[in-house]
Nanobody, 118 residues
């Protein structure tokens, strides 16, 4: 079993920055993609950014250049550096991973809340 534990959410003023962290624990052998999704109240969950084990990244077009995803394979961790935050970035942010083998299920974290407000 793999468990994802997110941290780093909180309240930040517009224009501020925040760094989210997510660590995978348990049987982490064979992790492929790690990603961040977010879900604002009343909206569907959407991809923010994803990164492969080899470091290839993909960002949702709507995020612009304000977010940067990174990863430490040695620590089984993924990070999301967010800058120039806007009130519309307010959402629950979820960590996600999948495995190279399709026999293993995808894993989601419990979510960490980011609130951008003055």
């Amino acid at each position: 079993q793999v468990r994802l534990v997110e941290s780093g959410g909180g309240l930040v003023q517009p224009g501020g920055s925040l760094r989210l962290s997510c660590e995978a624990t348990g049987d982490t052998y064979g992790i492929n993609v790690m990603a961040w999704y977010r879900q604002a109240p009343g909206n569907q969950r959407e991809l923010v950014a994803e990164i492969t084990r080899g470091g290839v990244t993909n960002y949702a077009d709507s995020m612009g250049a304000r977010f940067t995803i990174s990863r430490s394979n040695a620590k089984n961790s993924v990070y999301l550096q967010m800058s120039s935050l806007k009130p519309e970035d307010t959402a629950a942010y979820y960590c996600y991973l999948n495995f190279f083998s399709p026999s293993y299920p995808e894993v989601w974290g419990q979510g960490t809340l980011v609130t951008v407000s003055s």
